[in-house]
Nanobody, 124 residues
Framework: QVQLVESGGGLVQAGGSLRLSCVASGRTFGNYAMGWFRQAPGKEREFVAAMSWRGSRTYYADSVKGRFAISRMNAENTAYLQMNSLKSEDTAVYYC?????????????????WGQGTQVTVSS
């Protein structure tokens, strides 16, 4: 079992930045690929970014490429999502997730554990 807790969300103006954190506890964090997803009001949850268990591979949704960056510190059991040049359409609840296949994926069904989410609101 892996428990995931997100933090770092908040209210920011368009063009600003936020860094989300996801702290894992339970089983060995380094054995899991990590992903970030988001869900805006009235919309389905969508993929944002993912990173393989060693950090050698990263994947991004087209909508965030060049603006967001995923990273991880296995020694600290933490994954991060650096979000720059934020837009109003980035407003959503952001979730981190852990994938035991180690490689990372854009598919929600590939993830075994999920956090509770952190709200990000971008004002225009």
């Amino acid at each position: 079992q892996v428990q995931l807790v997100e933090s770092g969300g908040g209210l920011v103006q368009a063009g600003g930045s936020l860094r989300l954190s996801c702290v894992a506890s339970g089983r060995t964090f380094g054995n899991y690929a990590m992903g970030w997803f988001r869900q805006a009001p009235g919309k389905e949850r969508e993929f944002v970014a993912a990173m393989s268990w060693r950090g050698s591979r990263t994947y991004y949704a087209d909508s965030v490429k060049g603006r967001f960056a995923i990273s991880r510190m296995n020694a600290e059991n933490t994954a991060y999502l650096q979000m720059n040049s934020l837009k109003s359409e980035d407003t959503a609840v952001y979730y981190c997730a852990a994938d035991s296949t180690n490689m990372g994926s854009s598919k929600m069904d590939d993830y075994d554990y999920w956090g509770q989410g952190t709200q990000v609101t971008v004002s225009s």
